[in-house]
């Protein structure tokens, strides 16, 4: 103990006349008047003290304070970021009903120059194969739908209806290997009939040699057979090839409607016997 208090008298006297001073400034302070010699001696050596520790005092509190900012903006970024796809959605919903009514606008304008009742459908599924090129409509005998129906688009023909049942019908596109349609070219009235090809394309049969078609030409419906009405686009001729023999030319044609990308269609309410 001895040695203990030989090694650390200079502390032990420092301190002990730290804590007079301090105990004598204490028992001064609740008195009025100015402050005397040792209050001033006291308050020189402890205003550097007492800035110290309010500056310790205060760091942690700013860190604290730092830290909950830190929490709010990071509380409101995710928020923001959840308004943002909200209304990236919104956004995209509009849009597709903006597309919709424009397509079922136009649909109508199509519906207007038809003179038979017709009446609009949903493409709900789609059958293409190497044999067969199908679309399904969710139309069926309910409302007023029978096989050999015409389907429109407002780019031309799509097909004809076959296997109506009550709410659903399948469409033949005129793609399809089976499909015919009696047509005409546009320019020239040349005749024949489009046949389904398979890989979105056709051919115009029976187009005598001698008649007048060139690739460009529009090819549309004769009315002949009294399934389509007469005058609705079928497509492009893509390709005129007259051989050396025989009494026809070869020709393709694009069709005017992608298949692939209807969404909705027309149906006339016509049948052969009509």
């Keep these: ?27 001064n302070l609740p008195k009025a008047g100015q402050a005397n010699m040792v209050e001033r001696s006291v308050g020189s050596i402890l205003a550097p003290v007492q800035g110290e520790v309010s500056r310790g005092a205060y760091f942690p509190l700013l860190i604290w304070e730092n830290y909950m900012a830190l929490v709010n903006v990071r509380r409101e970024n995710q928020r923001l970021k959840v308004d943002v796809r909200e209304l990236n959605s919104r956004l995209a919903s509009a ?8 397509r079922l606008n136009a649909l109508m304008n199509l519906r207007r120059t038809i003179k038979e009742r017709a009446v609009t459908a949903q493409v ?3 059958d ?4 067969f090129r199908t679309l399904t409509i969710d139309r069926g005998s ?30 033949m596109l005129l793609t399809d290997n089976a499909s015919g349609i009696a047509a005409v070219i546009q320019r020239s009235r040349a005749r024949g009939v489009v046949k ?12 005598m040699r001698g008649e007048d078609v060139q690739v ?19 497509g492009e001729v893509t390709m005129v090839k007259k051989g050396e023999y025989g009494v026809f030319q070869t020709v393709t044609i694009r069709p005017a ?18």
């Excluded at 032990?12 to 004598?24: D, E, K, S, W």
């Excluded at 389904?196 to 187009?207: H, M, R, V």
Aim: proline residues 2%.
């Design 1 to 27: 103990m001895l040695h203990f208090i030989r090694k650390h008298i200079l502390h032990i006297v420092v301190g002990i006349g730290l804590l007079t001073a301090l105990l004598v400034y204490s028992l």
């Design 95 to 102: 849009e597709e009903a903006r597309l919709e009514n424009e």
């Design 124 to 126: 709900i599924g789609e």
């Design 128 to 131: 293409v194969t190497p044999w």
């Design 142 to 171: 309910e409302d007023g739908l029978r096989d050999g129906m015409p389907v429109l688009a407002v780019g031309g023909v799509v097909g004809q209806t076959v296997k109506v049942t009550a709410n659903s019908s399948r469409v």
């Design 196 to 207: 389904g090809k398979g890989d979105n394309l056709c051919s115009l049969e029976f187009a």
């Design 216 to 234: 460009g030409d529009q090819v549309i419906t004769s009315g002949v057979g009294g399934i389509f009405p007469k005058g609705s686009l079928i």
């Design 257 to 274: 409607v992608n298949s692939a990308r209807l969404e909705e269609v027309l149906v006339v309410l016509r049948t052969t016997q009509e």
